[in-house]
């Protein structure tokens, strides 16, 4: 197999993943973007939109947007951190009820989509240490590339 159908399976994969998980960010009012922010601000509590940004690699202005529609809903509790004008985030209350609702919604989709497969617990860790790598190869092409 030539290696661009690696990149050709695995962007073959969103589309059909984001339409089933569609309808689930929807019953609570998000779109994807907004999604995988609440998510990171709750794996990665005490965050700032730079680091946001960086981990999501999306450009800040889009980062900033998105962080004040979750904040509008009451869904972020803020802090000033070390540097006055950056602002520490995490989920308040209202965002983590939000967070812990999808993610339970989440993973029953996820469960089901994978079930027939039969992964092992090995097979799912080598395939995200995979993705990790590949993931890690083209964040630090971009670094280059920006550099």
Do not use: C
């Not at 050709?8 to 589309?15: F, Q, V």
């Amino acid at each position: 197999m030539e290696l661009s159908a690696l990149f050709d399976h695995l962007t073959k994969l969103y589309r059909p993943y984001i339409k089933i998980t569609q309808p689930l960010l929807e019953a609570h009012d998000l779109h994807p973007a907004q999604w995988l922010i609440l998510k990171d601000i709750y794996t990665h509590p005490q965050t700032t939109l730079v680091q946001i940004s960086k981990r999501r690699s999306i450009e800040k202005p889009t980062t900033r947007k998105i962080l004040k529609v979750l904040d509008e809903r009451g869904w972020l509790m803020s802090q000033p951190g070390e540097d006055k004008r950056e602002k520490l985030l995490t989920l308040s209350e209202q965002g983590e009820i939000v967070y812990h609702s999808l993610m339970t919604e989440i993973h029953s989709q996820q469960a089901d989509i994978t079930a027939k497969l039969q992964l092992t617990p090995a097979e799912i860790e080598q395939t995200i240490q995979l993705l990790d790598q590949l993931y890690n190869s083209m964040t630090n092409k971009i670094q280059r590339l920006e550099s």
